[in-house]
């Protein structure tokens, strides 16, 4: 995993259910972890498809304008805040409504939506099992220093 905690063992009952949840759905765990954090989930979008969120925004080519069209449908299914959305992106809070309820975009970027997810997999498993392990470690520390 490449953490300080690839050595350490998992000891809790509820952090190793937690832990084994998240292997048997990886890409929940994946999905999971990014909302609804805008800024997470638009700062991915240049480890995936290799272009910066300000390119999503002002881009004209026909694959920024492709990827600002999934960037939207992506934050207003993994996120809660339209105005900021709207703002960041200069469109209106009914365009923002009306992505939301397309069943025709929900078809069009089913697949790329869990390809997109796919490559957060990794840091997702290793962000929560860095955590779990972590939490066990302040337990730890602060039951011995009583």
Not at 92 to 99: A, D, E, G, P, V
Request: aromatic fraction near 10%; proline fraction near 2%.
């Amino acid at each position: 995993m490449g953490t300080i905690y690839d050595d350490y063992e998992l000891k809790e009952p509820q952090n190793i259910q937690k832990w084994q949840d998240a292997l048997s759905d990886k890409l929940a765990c994946a999905k999971k972890s990014f909302h609804p954090s805008f800024d997470g989930l638009l700062s991915r979008f240049k480890k995936v498809f290799g272009i910066t969120p300000m390119a999503l925004k002002s881009g004209s080519s026909k694959e920024a304008r492709y990827l600002r069209e999934f960037t939207l449908y992506l934050l207003v299914h993994y996120t809660d805040d339209n105005k900021k959305i709207a703002d960041t992106f200069c469109v209106s809070q009914s365009l923002l409504k009306t992505i939301k309820e397309d069943a025709t975009l929900m078809e069009k970027y089913q697949s790329q939506e869990e390809l997109f997810f796919e490559e957060l997999i990794s840091d997702a498993l290793n962000n929560l099992y860095a955590n779990l392990a972590l939490s066990e470690s302040i337990q730890k520390n602060t039951i011995d220093q009583q």
